[in-house]
Each structure stands twice: as structure tokens, then as C-alpha cells.
């Protein structure tokens, strides 16, 4: 110690430069981070329009004798809806042979070849190395797989299941296809680091789902498929999050378990007792076999590829068992949207933006006075019964079974406000306090906050404020055609610049802020 001592003594000059430089490349560093996340969530809320297709499984000689275990194989292969992660489906890619892109907030994960070649596949692999992948999620060189590989749930597949699985993959056409490296930033990429998030969250979990003896056989069959093939709650229960909610670490929180959550822009609705506890099993299986929402309506986007792919092939009885079991779960509700735009913002983020700021489903898109003018017109009235009741693929409260109706009803307001321009026919709507007028010097704070991770590093040439000659096209087309676009999104701008908290308010003092850097002759702070 006192050595320590005396050589810091004689050298404190030297230490000092040195720690000044080791916390200012760790600044360094924590900035590149930052954007890296900010585009990568970017780019995850803006993902690439691709043609629906829908690929096939494959087809198995099961005339020998294991013809029976392979059939069994396949059946938990779709219970698992493993042909959707494990098929490159948005270029086509062969059935189970890998290479899809997940999008995280660290970097991208492509999914392995699981089909029997020897190479490139799983063909190599001893059952004891299956079963150790699929339910600890540790690979046969012992690399811990990242958790967008659902084994916390598949831990609970029985032996049973497991064995057959197996046998089926092995019994599929082998395709030779490379699997693609990940690109996870620095220190996401270190696979051992994520020890510190098993232990938070995976262990000690016991394998293999065990029934419960006061419950009937059919809850418990219903239990073992959607708490474990099924994995429904990576969709439908909230996850733990990384300083903010856009970065889910991919754990559920158990309090919460299938009481709906946001998932890549789109809400996975409630379905735990609250608000499926007095629905019909039968009007609940016919969500999965006919893409009937409950209350009306057509089942679109990501459930409907589930529906597709593994819930419409399960047989009747497992189906209500399924219902069973999740109208029996009785779970906490999750906290409330908060939102600085004002009442219904925060409610329209959560529950109404994955269908309203695309248009899917043909929902009338959020910001479209065109879309809004003819329904404005039946009255607001009509508006909140619609909006509550639900009417075509709107589900009873946008699938909100934890709203009040005066949320549903100012979400309503705010988006009529927002097609009206905050005036005109959503006269009926309750009176809202009018926001303190946002000034261009607000814009600023908002864009530093929000924008300038892809303006300020041009990324996919964003224009850069104070930039004339960039903005010079977009100084053209006028101010209201640039806040529209901001908006609904453009070419490679995101909807709201992936902002989803943002105001409308808010995102129009931004881009004042931006056009008013980068011209000399105009002034924006009377929009």
C-alpha cells in the first residue's frame, strides 16, 4: 500500500492525464452507443415493406417405423411456430434453413439453420446437445444464446416433446445454407456477459413443466402450451426494460403475465382474465382457426402469421385448453401509458398507433384529414361507441380492456384533433386544456433529445440543421408538407422519427427548429 502510495506521489501528473484519457474515451464510447441504439430502434420502428408470404412445412416420409414420432415431432414444431423465426420469410428463404434478421436495439440476430445438414444445420448435433440448446439456451460450444431465442419458455417442454422434435428435425430435407454472424454492438457481442441476465432472470428455473394437481387436465394442457411451446407471454406480457421502454430485455414481468404489451410498434392485446374471463371458449378459439376478433373484426399483422403458421394446425382440444387456461390467469394490470402530449396520447401509443399510423386493417390513418373528415361527420358520439364497442377489425377498446371509456374517448379527441388541425368538427369532444404554445428554442431541446442521433451523424442522409443546401429541397416543398411527413413518415424517416412519445406539438417545434437553422429568408415561428 505504501508502495502504491509513493509511486502515485511521484507520478500524480502522469496518473491524472491518463485517467482524464481513459474517462474520456469511455465518454467517447457511451455516445457511439447511444446513437448506435437510437439508429437501431430506428431502423427497428421503420422495418422494410415486404410481400406477405407465408412458407410451407415441408414434407416427411413417415412410412417407417418412426413414422408416428416424427408426425408427433412436427406437431410441437407448430405448436412452437418454430418455421417463423427459423425461415428467412421476408426474402423467401428455404423452410427452417435460417438467416432471418431480428432487429434489437444491440445490433441484429439472424436465426440458425435448424434443418439436418451436417455442416451448416443441426444434423451433427446428439440429442443431449438439442435438448441443452433448446432448453438452457447454451450452444454445443457452450455460447449462451441470446433470449430473442425463446428457451425460457421452452424450457418447460417435456422430455417427451423434446425427443420428438428432434427425430422430426432430423427427418426434414437438409439444406445447406450458412448461418449469418450477428452484428451486436460492443459489449452485447460478448455472449458470456449475459450470465449477469440469467441469473436476474432464468435460473434457477426447473425443466420440464410439471402439472398442477388441483387444476383439471385440460388446464394444465393448456398451461404447458402457452407458458411453454406456445411462449404467448413474449409477446403479450410487458418485459423488463433498459432505461426505457423501447428497450425491452427480453424478460417477462411475471405480475403482468399476458395482460397485453407494445411489441415492434404494435400492441399484443390482453389476454388474461380481465378481459377474457367471461368470453366463450368457442368465440376464443375462432381468434386462432378463423382470425375472428372477439366483438368483430379480422385478426391482422403478427398474430395473424401465428394463426397461420402453428394455431390454426393444433387439434380442437388443445385449442380449448388454450382458452382455458388463459381465461384463468389472473394478473395485475400494467401501469398506465404517460405521455407528455396531453390526455389520449399516451393511450393512442400504446393501444391505437400500431394499427393507426400505418393504416392497417384499414384504419383510418392517424393525421389523414381525408380518412377522419367522413367519420368526423356521423358525430363524435358515433365516434366513442365505435371506439369502445369496437366496429370491423377495431377490437372493443382498441383491445384496451384496462381502459376507462373517457381514455378511449380522448384518445378519440386526439386523433380527430390531429386530423382537424386541433379544430373544426371534434367540437363534442370534452374540452382540453390548450398546451403552452411551444416556442423554436423548444424545438431545439426536443430535436438535441430526439433527432439529432441521425440528423447530426447523417445517418441514411438525414439533413443536417444549419445544412442550406440540404435543406434546400425541403424548404421548398413548405413547412406543412415537411410536418406531415415528419408525421406519417417518408421514404427513410419513421413515422414520428420513432418517437412515439412525442406530441404532435412537440414534433412540429422540432422541425420548426431545423427549417429555421437552414434558411436565411423565411421565419417558421408563426406556424
Same mark, same amino acid.
Given at each position: 500500500?505504501?508502495?502504491?502510495?509513493?509511486?502515485?506521489?511521484?507520478?500524480?501528473?502522469?496518473?491524472?492525464?491518463?485517467?482524464?484519457?481513459? %474517462?474520456?474515451?469511455?465518454?467517447?464510447?457511451?455516445?457511439?452507443?447511444?446513437?448506435?441504439?437510437?439508429?437501431?430502434?430506428?431502423?427497428?420502428?421503420?422495418?422494410?415493406?415486404?410481400?406477405?408470404?407465408?412458407?410451407?412445412?415441408?414434407?416427411?416420409?413417415?412410412?417407417?417405423?418412426?413414422?408416428?414420432?416424427?408426425?408427433?415431432?412436427?406437431?410441437?414444431?407448430?405448436?412452437?411456430?418454430?418455421?417463423?423465426?427459423?425461415?428467412?420469410?421476408?426474402?423467401?428463404?428455404?423452410?427452417?434453413?435460417?438467416?432471418? %434478421?431480428?432487429?434489437?436495439?444491440?445490433?441484429?440476430?439472424?436465426?440458425?439453420?435448424?434443418?439436418?445438414?451436417?455442416?451448416?444445420?443441426?444434423?451433427?448435433?446428439?440429442?443431449?446437445?438439442?435438448?441443452?440448446?433448446?432448453?438452457?439456451?447454451?450452444?454445443?460450444?457452450?455460447?449462451?444464446?441470446?433470449?430473442?431465442?425463446?428457451?425460457?419458455?421452452?424450457?418447460?417442454?417435456?422430455?417427451?416433446? #423434446?425427443?420428438?422434435?428432434?427425430?422430426?428435425?432430423?427427418?426434414?430435407?437438409?439444406?445447406?445454407?450458412?448461418?449469418?454472424?450477428?452484428?451486436?454492438?460492443?459489449?452485447? $457481442?460478448?455472449?458470456?456477459?449475459?450470465?449477469?441476465?440469467?441469473?436476474?432472470?432464468?435460473?434457477?428455473?426447473?425443466?420440464?413443466?410439471?402439472?398442477?394437481?388441483?387444476?383439471?387436465?385440460?388446464?394444465?394442457?393448456?398451461?404447458?402450451?402457452?407458458?411453454?411451446?406456445?411462449?404467448?407471454?413474449?409477446?403479450?406480457?410487458?418485459?423488463?426494460?433498459?432505461?426505457?421502454?423501447?428497450?425491452?430485455?427480453?424478460?417477462?414481468?411475471?405480475?403482468?403475465?399476458?395482460?397485453?404489451?407494445?411489441?415492434?410498434?404494435?400492441?399484443?392485446? $390482453?389476454?388474461?382474465?380481465?378481459?377474457?374471463?367471461?368470453?366463450?371458449?368457442?368465440?376464443?378459439?375462432?381468434?386462432?382457426?378463423? $382470425?375472428?376478433?372477439?366483438?368483430?373484426?379480422?385478426?391482422?399483422?403478427?398474430?395473424?402469421?401465428?394463426?397461420?403458421?402453428?394455431?390454426?394446425?393444433?387439434?380442437?382440444?388443445?385449442?380449448?385448453?388454450?382458452?382455458?387456461?388463459?381465461?384463468?390467469?389472473?394478473?395485475?394490470?400494467?401501469?398506465?401509458?404517460?405521455?407528455?402530449?396531453?390526455?389520449?396520447?399516451?393511450?393512442?401509443?400504446?393501444?391505437?398507433?400500431?394499427?393507426?399510423?400505418?393504416?392497417?386493417?384499414?384504419?383510418?390513418?392517424?393525421?389523414?384529414?381525408?380518412?377522419?373528415?367522413?367519420?368526423?361527420?356521423?358525430?363524435?358520439?358515433?365516434?366513442?361507441?365505435?371506439?369502445?364497442?369496437?366496429?370491423?377489425?377495431?377490437?372493443?377498446?382498441?383491445?384496451?380492456?384496462?381502459?376507462?371509456?373517457?381514455?378511449?374517448?380522448?384518445?378519440?379527441?386526439?386523433?380527430?384533433?390531429?386530423?382537424?388541425?386541433?379544430?373544426?368538427?371534434?367540437?363534442?369532444?370534452?374540452?382540453?386544456?390548450?398546451?403552452?404554445?411551444?416556442?423554436?428554442?423548444?424545438?431545439?431541446?426536443?430535436?438535441?433529445?430526439?433527432?439529432?442521433?441521425?440528423?447530426?451523424?447523417?445517418?441514411?442522409?438525414?439533413?443536417?440543421?444549419?445544412?442550406? $443546401?440540404?435543406?434546400?429541397?425541403?424548404?421548398?416543398?413548405?413547412?406543412?408538407?415537411?410536418?406531415?411527413?415528419?408525421?406519417?413518415?417518408?421514404?427513410?424517416?419513421?413515422?414520428?422519427?420513432?418517437?412515439?412519445?412525442?406530441?404532435?406539438?412537440? #414534433?412540429? %417545434?422540432?422541425?420548426?427548429?431545423?427549417?429555421?437553422?437552414?434558411?436565411?429568408?423565411?421565419?417558421?415561428?408563426?406556424?
Amino acid at each position: 500500500m505504501n508502495a502504491l502510495k509513493s509511486f502515485l506521489c511521484r507520478h500524480k501528473k502522469q496518473v491524472i492525464i491518463i485517467l482524464i484519457l481513459l %474517462a474520456l474515451i469511455l465518454f467517447s464510447y457511451l455516445i457511439y452507443l447511444t446513437k448506435t441504439i437510437s439508429a437501431n430502434l430506428a431502423l427497428m420502428a421503420n422495418p422494410p415493406e415486404t410481400t406477405p408470404y407465408y412458407p410451407e412445412y415441408p414434407k416427411v416420409d413417415t412410412s417407417g417405423p418412426d413414422g408416428a414420432l416424427i408426425q408427433k415431432g412436427e406437431y410441437v414444431a407448430k405448436m412452437g411456430d418454430c418455421i417463423a423465426c427459423h425461415t428467412d420469410t421476408p426474402n423467401k428463404g428455404p423452410t427452417f434453413a435460417g438467416g432471418l %434478421a431480428m432487429p434489437t436495439p444491440f445490433g441484429t440476430i439472424y436465426t440458425h439453420n435448424i434443418t439436418p445438414d451436417q455442416k451448416t444445420g443441426i444434423g451433427s448435433w446428439s440429442e443431449a446437445e438439442f435438448v441443452k440448446a433448446v432448453r438452457h439456451g447454451i450452444s454445443p460450444t457452450h455460447q449462451y444464446y441470446y433470449p430473442a431465442f425463446p428457451f425460457i419458455f421452452f424450457n418447460q417442454l417435456t422430455d417427451e416433446d #423434446l425427443h420428438a422434435l428432434k427425430v422430426y428435425l432430423d427427418a426434414i430435407p437438409a439444406v445447406s445454407q450458412e448461418n449469418k454472424a450477428n452484428t451486436m454492438v460492443f459489449p452485447f $457481442n460478448i455472449r458470456f456477459m449475459q450470465l449477469g441476465w440469467r441469473l436476474m432472470f432464468f435460473h434457477p428455473k426447473p425443466a420440464g413443466y410439471v402439472n398442477d394437481p388441483a387444476q383439471t387436465p385440460e388446464w394444465n394442457r393448456g398451461a404447458y402450451i402457452v407458458e411453454g411451446p406456445g411462449h404467448c407471454a413474449m409477446c403479450h406480457t410487458p418485459s423488463y426494460v433498459l432505461l426505457s421502454d423501447k428497450i425491452p430485455l427480453g424478460a417477462p414481468i411475471h405480475k403482468y403475465n399476458l395482460a397485453g404489451s407494445n411489441v415492434s410498434g404494435a400492441y399484443a392485446p $390482453n389476454i388474461s382474465k380481465s378481459a377474457l374471463g367471461t368470453v366463450d371458449n368457442a368465440k376464443i378459439t375462432r381468434v386462432f382457426t378463423h $382470425n375472428e376478433l372477439i366483438g368483430g373484426g379480422t385478426v391482422v399483422g403478427g398474430m395473424a402469421e401465428v394463426n397461420r403458421d402453428s394455431l390454426h394446425y393444433l387439434t380442437p382440444e388443445d385449442l380449448n385448453s388454450i382458452a382455458t387456461y388463459i381465461k384463468s390467469v389472473d394478473s395485475q394490470t400494467p401501469p398506465k401509458p404517460k405521455s407528455s402530449g396531453g390526455p389520449g396520447a399516451g393511450t393512442y401509443g400504446t393501444y391505437c398507433a400500431g394499427c393507426h399510423a400505418t393504416g392497417a386493417g384499414g384504419a383510418p390513418k392517424f393525421g389523414d384529414a381525408a380518412a377522419w373528415d367522413p367519420l368526423i361527420a356521423q358525430g363524435m358520439p358515433t365516434l366513442y361507441n365505435n371506439a369502445i364497442k369496437g366496429l370491423n377489425a377495431m377490437p372493443p377498446k382498441g383491445s384496451c380492456a384496462s381502459c376507462t371509456d373517457q381514455e378511449i374517448k380522448d384518445a378519440v379527441d386526439y386523433m380527430t384533433n390531429a386530423a382537424e388541425g386541433n379544430s373544426g368538427a371534434a367540437t363534442a369532444a370534452p374540452a382540453i386544456p390548450a398546451p403552452k404554445p411551444l416556442t423554436i428554442a423548444d424545438g431545439k431541446a426536443i430535436y438535441t433529445d430526439n433527432c439529432a442521433v441521425c440528423h447530426n451523424s447523417g445517418f441514411k442522409n438525414a439533413p443536417k440543421p444549419g445544412d442550406m $443546401n440540404a435543406f434546400k429541397p425541403i424548404i421548398a416543398q413548405g413547412f406543412e408538407k415537411t410536418f406531415l411527413q415528419t408525421v406519417n413518415g417518408h421514404g427513410d424517416h419513421p413515422a414520428r422519427g420513432a418517437c412515439d412519445s412525442c406530441s404532435d406539438a412537440e #414534433l412540429k %417545434a422540432a422541425v420548426q427548429y431545423m427549417m429555421q437553422s437552414s434558411t436565411n429568408d423565411q421565419n417558421y415561428s408563426l406556424w
